[in-house]
T-cell receptor, first 112, second 116 residues
């Protein structure tokens, strides 16, 4: 079975501090993995994706994620949090040709 | 600004009403999706259309009826809904389908539905 697990439904960081949002996956085939961000009352926007090329993936807004097969992880990081980063973040796994399975989400709060 | 446009942004309906949600994209994408998102939950796939044909139907109740008139438009017809159907309904599209699809979806801002 394929699944993603996001550790921590809420994460709070101070402005300027490191952001680390955790995602672990389970997949019987080489996975395609994604991070999406959702701002209040909006749809989802793709931050970055891993599709079996480079294991360190850089995305928009200064975010990056590293695919670690040995740890079955795809954690999202950003060196310095900004107030505008406050949002809900979803890790997702492609489970079929046209289907994404989303994790339960992590709400990021940035404290001034 | 999103390139996937959903209307209306908000809809309130009674359990006996018939209404429709509309989605439009002009990116030339050939796959379109409906997702349902309850409060504080992740989006859940409802339907996928590839080349205007329904390709995935995740066992959604028949009170939800999708329609894809052409490659740019996707509708979701609603009839005899229940209060528990209240949610944010998200439309999305992707440029690739099948094995070439690397899962990048473009989402609209959603239609927030309240069923009384």
């Amino acid at each position: 079975a394929q699944s993603v697990t996001q550790l921590g439904s809420h994460v709070s960081v101070s402005e300027g501090a490191l952001v680390l949002l955790r995602c672990n996956y389970s997949s019987s085939v080489p996975p395609y993995l994604f991070w999406y961000v959702q701002y209040p009352n909006q749809g989802l926007q793709l931050l970055l994706k891993y599709t079996s090329a480079a294991t360190l993936v850089k995305g928009i807004n200064g975010f990056e994620a590293e695919f670690k097969k040995s740890e079955t992880s795809f954690h999202l990081t950003k060196p310095s949090a900004h107030m505008s980063d406050a949002a809900e973040y979803f890790c997702a796994l492609q489970t079929g040709a046209n289907n994404l399975f989303f994790g339960t989400g992590t709400r990021l709060t940035v404290i001034p | 600004d999103t390139e996937v446009t959903q209307t209306p942004k908000h809809l309130v309906m009674g359990m006996t009403n018939k209404k429709s949600l509309k989605c439009e994209q002009h990116m030339g994408h050939r796959a379109m999706y409906w997702y349902k998102q309850k409060a504080k939950k992740p989006p859940e796939l409802m339907f996928v259309y590839s080349y205007e044909k329904l390709s995935i139907n995740e066992s959604v109740p028949s009170r939800f009826s999708p329609e894809c008139p052409n490659s740019s438009l996707l509708n979701l017809h609603l009839h005899a809904l229940q209060p528990e159907d209240s949610a944010l309904y998200l439309c999305a599209s992707s440029s690739k389908i099948g094995r070439a699809n690397t899962g990048e979806l473009f989402f609209g801002e959603g239609s927030r539905l309240t069923v009384l």
